[in-house]
Every structure is written in structure tokens, then in C-alpha cells.
């Protein structure tokens, strides 16, 4: 009786990698529809989304962005300043 016990445990066991497996698949689905509609695309059934047929949306300036950011938060954001390394580039090895 075991033995029986022991192939329903691994059968329970790979049911449940599976259900992971699909868990995953299920959200990287998701993300890739809100990310199509996000930038115009359509699904009108069939294999394919359909491409906006407008103007694509409007791109997101980092610049722009970045003096906007503060307003929305309500404070400063502090500037990356570069950091210069003081090590010899060395090339070829």
C-alpha cells in the first residue's frame, strides 16, 4: 500500500511544478496584453494584434521626466553625479 501512497505523492508533486510552471506563464501573459494595449495595439481575434493605426504615443523624455518627478513627490530627487575611476584602462588583456 506504500507504494501506491508514494506514486500519488510524486504524482501530487509534479501537478504542483506544473501549476507553477502555468502560474508563471499565466503572468508573463498578462504583462505582454497590458504592454500591447498600453501602446495602441488591438486584438480583434485570429493570431495577431493589430499596430495602432495612429500616431505611436508619445515618448517619454528622462529629462522632462526627471524635473517632473520632484513636483509629483513633493521633494527633491537627488542628481547622480558621474564618478570618475581612478584605475588604468588597460585593453587587449
Same mark, same amino acid.
Given at each position: 500500500?506504500?507504494? #501506491? @501512497?508514494? +506514486? ?12 507553477? %510552471? @502555468? *502560474?508563471? /506563464?499565466?503572468?508573463? #501573459?498578462?504583462?505582454?496584453? %497590458?504592454?500591447?494595449?498600453? =501602446? ?7 493570431? @495577431?494584434?493589430?499596430?495602432? @493605426?495612429?500616431?505611436? &504615443?508619445? /515618448?517619454?523624455? =528622462?529629462?522632462?521626466?526627471?524635473? %517632473? +518627478? &520632484?513636483?509629483?513627490? *513633493?521633494?527633491? +530627487?537627488?542628481?547622480?553625479?558621474? +564618478? ?5 584602462? =588597460?585593453?587587449?588583456?
Amino acid at each position: 500500500m506504500s507504494t #501506491s @501512497l508514494e +506514486v500519488i505523492a510524486a504524482q501530487r508533486d509534479q501537478l504542483a511544478a506544473k501549476v507553477r %510552471e @502555468l *502560474g508563471v /506563464k499565466l503572468a508573463r #501573459s498578462q504583462a505582454a496584453v %497590458e504592454t500591447l494595449k498600453r =501602446i495602441g495595439y488591438t486584438y480583434e481575434g485570429g493570431e @495577431l494584434w493589430k499596430p495602432p @493605426l495612429s500616431a505611436p &504615443p508619445e /515618448k517619454v523624455n =528622462i529629462t522632462t521626466l526627471r524635473d %517632473e +518627478v &520632484p513636483a509629483m513627490m *513633493g521633494s527633491e +530627487v537627488p542628481q547622480a553625479t558621474p +564618478v570618475k575611476s581612478k584605475r588604468p584602462r =588597460i585593453f587587449g588583456g
